[in-house]
């Protein structure tokens, strides 16, 4: 069995950990990482050692998965806004996988009112609509493009349900089994 393994990316309030719970229940046989469970730390700090710590840990678990033959799909959410990211944890992964990329991308006027949304529920802190907007910047499409043998889609989440962008990943990725 070859392994999925499906990177979510895009910037916070685009909807990638609400799309990756809708598709852990499409998808058979799977396992959902959401980066920001290794960021879950109070104070909240981002420095060179935080983010190595990080990185170090996503690549981990990563691996773990990708070692224990279990999981037809692995799911992995986080902001990889610089396409550094997705490189450096993708070097540093073993084992025989597929890749995919999915962005998701949203108006600013809907990405200012789900985060607003989410602050006004005390699920996020003040300060996170200028740096959503900040990341937002490095998903265009011209800056994002094709690299090897990675397939990226990019997929406007602006007026659907995360169960409809699950739907189009999945649709995807079984479109693409060959």
Excluded at 7 to 26: I, P, Q, S, W, Y
Excluded at 103 to 123: K, N, S
Aim: proline share 2%; aromatic share 8%.
């Amino acid at each position: 069995m070859e392994t999925n393994l499906i990177f979510v990316n895009g910037t916070m309030g685009a909807g990638k950990t609400a799309t990756c719970r809708e598709l852990r229940l499409l998808l058979p046989n799977n396992v959902f990482l959401d980066g920001d469970d290794c960021w879950n730390m109070r104070p909240f700090t981002v420095n060179e050692r935080t983010k190595r710590m990080v990185t170090d840990n996503i690549c981990a678990l990563l691996n773990n998965f990708l070692a224990s033959g279990q999981f037809e799909n692995i799911l992995f959410c986080w902001v990889m806004h610089e396409r550094a990211i997705v490189e450096e944890i993708r070097s540093r992964l073993r084992g025989n996988f597929r890749f995919f990329l999915f962005t998701l991308t949203c108006e600013r006027e809907e990405l200012c009112r789900r985060l607003q949304r989410d602050i006004d529920a005390g699920l996020r802190e003040d300060g996170v609509i200028a740096r959503s907007l900040e990341r937002a910047a490095h998903y265009k499409k011209d800056v994002c493009r094709k690299c090897g043998n990675v397939y990226q889609e990019f997929l406007d989440t602006t007026a659907k349900a995360p169960a409809e962008t699950a739907r189009a990943i999945a649709d995807k990725l079984y479109s693409s089994e060959g």
